[in-house]
């Protein structure tokens, strides 16, 4: 049967040239790590189809994300990983073996077309068939860093970049166009993932003292921290949290929700914005939320975080910061604690709704499922089975399928 949705693919940079100049036994525990950091970070509602030796090739069915943004923060967040993981092994190094010193060469591409295929159960993985699962494919092989000179990059084709709703995919991305053989030309939409990896490194959090916090409430999920954090992005289900008749998004930076955008939280005929003070993708939301008390109108900070939990994820909500002096502002500190109670009801209510839309969206895509090995073998195995028997061009005897992440 026929299905649409994205194909992904994470390809490591510079893979083979490591493997060549190399000590094959330690490049081989270097790169069995990298491809377990990969597989980890595909998660639902990503689907893993295969390793191919330096790459993880995975697809999300049609309508698994509610958003493109989140889509693209799976992949950025993936990428930062990577990163961090080699600069770490390159910090913790004490071997002067060639293996261990040119860790620093490896780096990270994606590959994102959206399209139709169709799933072939070959062995113990699903394989990907159909003409957009050759584009994406062939794509691999491109002219981008010759062109641009950028080695780490996200290419994304103009279907993708469609899908994924970006009206001003200009705003981070450079256009550009390959030659794809027997398929033509293809244009694709090139973002260089450095400055991604360099944006994430600020240490600039905002940190609560003692006696700024009014309270904190919390609710565990069923749902991963990725699906948990694409509801709560999202105006259609955050109203909930704050019993508003809707919520709209404005001031996007680059198409997107960032620091400097707002939520605006219709009440009725009244308007309250929410400013986006902190956005990390999948662990951190904090936001400026203008509140209306009696004797005046205040602000006062609102922090969510998501934590994984064993099964699950735990989301917590902290207020904090709430701005007033004098008698008045310690009896708004008072009615804010008072409502502490309708907030995780509140909290209780997202959660309740969020597991029940997951539900009934995964039914209807009815995701395949299958008995897989462990994510330790399956990046050992990968690494060892491209190194005895397959090349590049021929990557026959190498494929397995990593577990699926289990439905709530």
Known sequence: MEKRGFILIADITGYTTYLNESELEHAQGTLTDLLELLIEHTKSPLIISRLEGDAVISYGLEGGFLSGQTFLETIENTYVDFRRAIELMVLNNSCRCNACANVSLLDLKFFVHFGSFVLQQIGNHEELL??????????????????????????????????????????????????????????????????????????????????????TIEVDSVLPPQVVWDYLSNPEFRKVLFGSDRQEITDRKAGRIARGSAFQCFHGKGVFPQLVLEW?????????????????????????????????????????????????????????????????????????????????????????????????????????????????????????????????
């Open 130 to 215: 159909g003409t957009d699962v050759n584009l994406i494919h062939r794509l691999l092989k491109n002219s981008v860093s010759a062109d641009t000179g950028i080695r780490a990059y996200l290419l994304c084709t103009e279907a993708a970049v469609a899908a994924l709703g970006f009206d001003d995919p200009g705003a981070s991305m450079t256009l550009h166009t390959e030659t794809v053989p027997d398929l033509g030309e293809a244009a694709v939409w090139v973002m260089d993932m450095t400055p991604v990896y360099e944006s994430r490194a600020s240490d600039d959090r905002i940190v609560f003292e003692r006696g700024e916090v009014i309270g």
């Open 280 to 408: 990390e993708p999948f662990e951190r939301m904090v936001i400026e939320q203008a509140v209306k008390l009696p004797g005046g109108s205040t602000t006062m900070l609102i922090d969510y975080q998501l934590a994984p939990i064993d099964g699950g994820t735990r989301l917590t909500s902290t207020a904090a910061r709430l701005i007033g002096t004098g008698v008045k502002g310690a009896v708004w500190r008072s009615m804010a604690r008072a409502g502490g109670m309708m907030a995780q009801r509140r909290l209780a209510k997202f959660r309740d709704q969020i597991e029940q839309d997951f539900l009934r969206s995964e039914s209807a895509r009815d995701r395949p499922r299958a008995e897989l090995g462990s994510i330790t073998e399956m990046a050992a195995n990968a690494v060892a089975g491209w190194n005895s028997t397959s090349t590049p061009e021929d990557p026959n005897g190498r494929f397995l399928q990593p577990p699926m992440p289990p439905r709530a």
